[in-house]
């Protein structure tokens, strides 16, 4: 094919990011050789920073604080934890079902560690206002790239996933429970993006640049895998 561009996506982490990851004690911890910058939309610390220590926390679906930042925070303190200028979120799907996977192509690498389920699923475009109770997180996607980003590319790549969770959840025909319409997301989804800002620049991450393509085709077989099971319950 004319343009085409070879590129492989394969289960696990790439060894170049120097990114590590462990469970423990309803905790999935990822930290990086050195900080990342990121943009993330999760709890602890959420907008823009530098980091080497993401968190991505399992918690029951009953939970219920009215300041989960200071409870988050104190639950990473009881157990020895880093838990300032750290990236948390969390899930109430279970850890060891998360996907990873990594995606190369000549000047781009991005890992990939995504936890998802649908069960409070919602359709945000529905006519009504459809109450939903809150509770954590169920899709939440974090994407460490070895690269440099602008600032709108990063902006870019939080748009380019929500396309292909969204596309990739219609193509799944999951569905808003009250409306019966299909599902754009859950109603509380969290995305991490986080660079080193070393090597190729990428100004932009829309449909048309490796970088976003590369994020959506992620996207698409990590939901494709976590929730493959989950749909034939």
């Known amino acids: 094919m004319k343009g085409h561009i070879p590129v492989t996506i394969k289960k696990g982490i790439g060894p170049f990011l120097n990114l ?12 990086t050789s050195q900080r990342f910058t990121f943009y993330h939309s999760g709890i ?121 969770k969204t596309k990739t959840l219609a193509a799944l025909n999951i569905r808003d429970s009250h409306t019966n319409s299909v599902a754009t997301g859950t109603s509380t989804d969290s995305i991490c993006v986080a ?5 190729t620049r990428h100004e932009y991450a829309g449909s048309m640049t490796a970088l976003g393509q590369g994020i959506a085709k992620l996207v698409k077989v990590s939901l494709r895998d976590a929730l493959h099971e989950r749909i034939k319950r």
Request: overall charge negative; some cysteine; hydrophobic content about 40%.
């Open 44 to 164: 602890l610390d959420a907008g823009v920073g530098r980091t080497d220590t993401f968190y991505n926390r399992f918690v029951h679906k009953d939970y219920c604080f009215d300041d989960p930042i200071t409870e988050y925070r104190q639950y990473l303190k009881q157990h020895k934890l880093p838990h300032e200028n750290v990236v948390g979120l969390m899930t109430a799907v279970y850890l060891k079902e998360c996907v990873v996977y990594t995606y190369q192509s000549d000047d781009l690498i991005i890992s990939s560690i995504i936890t998802a389920g649908v069960g409070n699923a919602v359709d945000i475009t529905s006519d009504g206002l459809t109450p939903f109770p809150m509770s954590p997180g169920t899709i939440n996607m974090f994407f460490f790239i070895d690269g440099y980003l602008s600032e709108a590319a990063f902006l870019q790549v939080f748009i380019a996933a929500t396309e292909a």
């Open 195 to 199: 660079a080193n800002q070393k090597g």
């Open 20 to 31: 590590t990851f462990i469970e423990q004690d309803h905790l999935l911890r990822m930290e």
